[in-house]
């Protein structure tokens, strides 16, 4: 039977403004360093439309947004993270910075040709959200949802993540929620790995919500049930090279038309 996930979180309103606060830490670096980037396809799968304004939404340390400015697209990124914003502004200083929750985003001043929420979506409420990308959109814009999701079809992986408490938890073939501002979602998958040492695994835990989120103590028993895992019961030495896999969805939409089906 498939461990892989079947059905998207559902979190709270306050949930997502908690485990979003989780993420402005003095520890950006960290988490810039381990987590992994995207693939260049992910874009050309998105659109094919001439580079223009491209949002990136929940940008955090700029892991999409290195992207969109490689293939030559102007960037707002925004976050309610100053100190995951402040990382990728020392490296790509040509990105309009914007400290700010989607929800309560002034969208006025924007007409993009693309939006994009990359290992992002689920922190957003879905219909404030919606609202939000439909108002920045031109009109022939497109909306893209990309989620990088641990594959837990693997025994072996789906106990690292709860060991990790790593919440991949988006079902990589089911359409991301969106409202009928918009037209059904067009869908592609990467599957691929991720190699790291055993060091690098222990940081990939550290860059997550709930590590960020709860206290010394629990992050200690963390982290010592990681190690017990991945040394003893697994059998990895030290300086192994642990390749991880992955699985990473891409949706691509637009502005429903109005009267049009969604």
């Not at 293939?71 to 309610?80: L, Q, R």
């Not at 001043?109 to 990308?133: N, S």
């Amino acid at each position: 039977m498939s461990t892989r996930p079947t059905v998207a979180p559902k979190l709270s309103q306050d949930a997502r403004h908690r485990y979003t606060l989780a993420f402005d830490t003095a520890q950006a670096d960290l988490y810039h360093g381990v987590r992994p980037g995207y693939q260049p396809e992910i874009l050309d799968f998105l659109t094919h439309q001439h580079p223009g304004l491209a949002v990136d939404l929940g940008a955090g340390t700029g892991l999409f947004s290195a992207q969109l400015v490689a293939a030559g697209w102007d960037v707002v990124a925004v976050d309610p993270a100053a100190n995951m914003l402040s990382v990728l502004a020392q490296e790509y200083p040509e990105v309009d910075i914007v400290v700010s929750r989607v929800e309560t985003l002034d969208t006025a001043q924007w007409q993009a040709q693309l939006v994009v929420a990359a290992q992002a979506w689920h922190w957003i409420d879905t219909v404030e959200g919606c609202l939000k990308v439909a108002e920045l959109l031109a009109d022939d814009g497109v909306f893209g949802i990309v989620h990088h999701q641990i594959d837990t079809s693997e025994a072996w992986v789906l106990r690292l993540c709860k060991i990790m408490h790593s919440g991949d938890i988006h079902p990589a073939g089911s359409p991301p929620e969106v409202t009928s501002c918009f037209t059904q979602p067009k869908g592609k998958w990467w599957y691929w790995e991720q190699p790291l040492s055993v060091e690098q695994i222990h940081q990939l835990m550290m860059s997550r919500a709930f590590y960020l989120r709860t206290h010394d103590k629990q992050r200690q028993r963390m982290h010592e049930n990681l190690n017990w895992y991945l040394l003893e019961h697994l059998g990895f030495e030290k300086s192994a090279t642990i390749r991880i896999p992955y699985v990473t969805s891409a949706w691509r939409m637009q502005r429903a038309k109005l009267g049009a089906s969604a």
